[in-house]
């Protein structure tokens, strides 16, 4: 553990891979359902074993297990729920099967109920137990280290933290924001700070802040108002474009993966440790951000 926490935090970034349900869908999975990204561990996992190879060939230091929703809240309107444990195993399996020495395994962890409705945030004792559970499988499966990901309140975003750092696993945590206007504070799409939301994970125990999930040109400008502290380690890992309020996507010019790249390259200057891609970001976004951090 001492050693990949060393790792983890070392002044050079590591580079997490991009997304993983945009890219089934890409290639022409569908993204329907309850189970949404998750029926692909059973009805693509060749699918799903590809996209993670090309991550890795693209560089990648982290992959990311496709466990965003396999906790079984999610699955029990699929009628999935008894599997949730099966699931998660065969998840980071697919994932550890296309990892190259060295490459490290990450069990995402995302809230329980729609990432983009903090009123449907479950109550405290639902967060805490559910959140173990899925935390306990994604440890039983062989995770090297839990994301907790795309939180939009601080309950939550506390209570998975605390959930994840039981299994005695390094954890990341990572919020996404509401569009802000310029000028003004950073806020969780629950209307809360994030500066407080960053301080309480921390002082709960995560190993650094990351953003994700939001437009690559929005990365900086919210991560300076955490980042005066040198105690908070930073990440990022965005959008190539944002979702609209009549729920529709706008692409923006970060679809470019070297324009991707021109933002990471801003990134690792503002001393930023973990750097990946959100919703939209392929294999040639990982590669050309790899090219620009190391040539």
Same mark, same amino acid.
């Given at each position: 553990m001492p050693g990949l926490i060393h790792r983890l935090t070392q002044p050079e970034p590591l580079l997490f891979d991009g997304a993983t349900g945009t890219e089934l869908q890409r290639r022409g999975f569908p993204l329907a359902g309850p189970a949404w990204s998750a029926a692909a561990i059973l009805e693509a996992p060749d699918l799903l074993r590809q996209i993670h190879a090309d991550y890795v060939a693209a560089g990648a230091d982290i992959l990311t297990a496709n466990t965003f929703r396999t906790h079984s809240r999610n699955l029990r309107e699929a009628g999935l729920d008894k599997r949730a444990a099966e699931l998660t195993y065969r998840a980071v399996d697919l994932a550890r099967a296309a990892a190259a020495e060295g490459t490290l395994v990450a069990g995402s962890i995302a809230p329980l =109920?729609?990432?983009y409705a903090p009123d449907r945030t479950p109550d405290t004792s639902a967060l805490i137990a559910e959140h173990q559970e899925h935390a306990e499988n994604l440890r039983a499966a062989g995770a090297d280290l839990l994301l907790v990901e795309t939180q939009i309140t601080i309950r939550e975003a506390v209570a998975a933290t605390a959930a994840a750092l039981s299994t005695g696993l390094p954890v990341l945590t990572s919020f996404t924001l509401q569009h802000g206007l310029p000028g003004t504070s950073p806020s969780l799409l629950s209307g809360e700070s994030l500066q407080q939301a960053a301080n309480q994970v921390i002082k709960v125990g995560a190993l650094g802040i990351l953003l994700n999930c939001i437009p690559a040109d929005e990365i900086l400008p919210a991560l300076r108002q955490i980042g005066c502290s040198p105690a908070i380690p930073l990440g990022a890992y965005a959008n190539t474009g944002r979702m609209l309020p009549d729920g529709t996507w706008a692409s923006t010019t970060a =679809?470019?993966?070297?324009?991707y790249a021109e933002h990471a390259t801003a990134w690792k200057a503002a001393e930023i440790r973990w750097i990946g891609g959100c919703c939209g970001t392929t294999p040639r976004h990982?590669?050309?951000?790899?090219?620009?951090?190391y040539g």
């Open positions: =109920e729609d990432c =679809e470019n993966p070297a324009v990982i590669s050309a951000v790899r090219k620009a951090l």
